[in-house]
């Protein structure tokens, strides 16, 4: 079956730090990639996605690329933010009929001003 | 738009209670997922649905029952609450012919004594 794995957190860091949160995934076919945030008390939202090999997503800052040879989509931002502090998520979905998301266990940031 | 819905927001609940947590999309989706959030562990699905009238089994089913007689709404029914049920519960939706990325409601934080 399908798996997601990332980062163990909490993951701490300063104001305008490098972030890396490394996730690699299983999939039987040719999944669509995505980061999720969730920030406290609300539900996650999409951050950003790639649906083939080699796409690279981006918003807000954050950016991953689809590595179909080493099966990764690892999260990178240039210098984070006070506000990025948040649960992220990396996830895949497959079609087939039921798209059914399957999620890593998250991985905590931090950020200290 | 709404989104996804979910209520309610938070609910105490005795052992041997039951309920039913509502969630509710006006997108038009024909996916829908219930997910339960425990700390550290990510996200576990329970059941979904790929259109009115057909659901399916997750992986943690079991204490659980859903229902999809509309698009629009995917309910989760709670019999004979135990405290492994303690959780937070996310409802999502996908569309699936657009695009597969999830949207999801702001939970429901379930506590069961």
């Known amino acids: 079956g399908n798996s997601v794995t990332q980062m163990e957190g909490p993951v701490t860091l300063s104001e305008e730090a490098f972030l890396t949160i490394n996730c690699t995934y299983t999939a039987t076919g040719y999944p669509s990639l995505f980061w999720y945030v969730q920030y406290p008390g609300e539900g996650l939202q999409l951050l950003l996605k790639?649906?083939?090999?080699?796409d690279k997503g981006s918003n807000k800052g954050f950016e991953a690329t689809y590595r179909k040879e080493t099966t990764s989509f690892h999260l990178e931002k240039g210098s984070v933010q006070v506000s990025d502090s948040a649960v992220y998520f990396c996830?895949?979905?497959?079609?087939?009929?039921?798209?059914?998301?399957?999620f890593g266990r998250g991985t905590s940031l931090i950020v200290h001003p | 738009n709404a989104g996804v819905t979910q209520t309610p927001k938070f609910r105490i609940l005795k052992i041997g209670q039951s309920m039913t947590l509502q969630c509710t999309q006006d997108m038009n989706h024909n996916y829908m997922y219930w997910y339960r959030q425990d700390p550290g562990m990510g996200l576990k699905l329970i059941y979904y649905s790929v259109g009115a009238g057909i659901t399916d089994k997750g992986e943690v089913p079991n204490g659980y029952n859903v229902s999809r007689s509309t698009t629009e709404d995917f309910p989760l029914r709670l019999e004979l609450a135990a405290p492994s049920q303690t959780s937070v519960y996310f409802c999502a939706s996908i569309s699936g012919t657009v695009n597969t990325e999830a949207f999801f409601g702001q939970g429901t934080r379930l506590t069961v004594v």
């Open positions: 790639a649906t083939k090999a080699d």
């Open positions: 996830a895949l979905s497959e079609g087939g009929g039921s798209y059914i998301p399957t």
